[in-house]
């Protein structure tokens, strides 16, 4: 194999592709089998370790909606919460 530059340069940053290092490059089927076993288990994910969310679409007033990407990053993660307390101050007062 020809002695090549790395992809990555001092500063971490991914260098730009020259016509040579696509001229090396191979397609996934072109790879052994046992490699591409052990590249696909790369790329999966383990098992959910909390319960998932459910997406679901809601409508809110302009101003709400506003109020709560004012908030900043994880602004749905507080809305959530912000409901959850709510839901459960109901079912204190209805018990």
């Known amino acids: 194999m020809p002695n090549r530059k790395p992809l990555i340069d001092e500063e971490v940053e991914v260098r730009e592709i020259t016509a040579e290092d696509v001229a090396l490059f191979k397609p996934f089927s072109a790879l052994p089998a046992a490699e591409r076993r052990v590249l696909l288990k790369l790329r ?4 959910q370790k909390t319960p998932r969310k459910v997406p679901i679409s ?6 709400v909606a506003e109020g709560l990407r004012a908030t900043g990053s994880g602004w749905q993660g ?8 709510w839901l459960a ?4 007062s209805h018990a």
Do not use: F, V
């Open 44 to 47: 999966k994910r383990g098992p």
């Open 58 to 63: 809601i409508r809110l007033s302009p101003d």
């Open 78 to 85: 507080r809305a959530d919460e912000a409901l959850r307390s």
């Open 89 to 92: 101050g109901q079912s204190a």
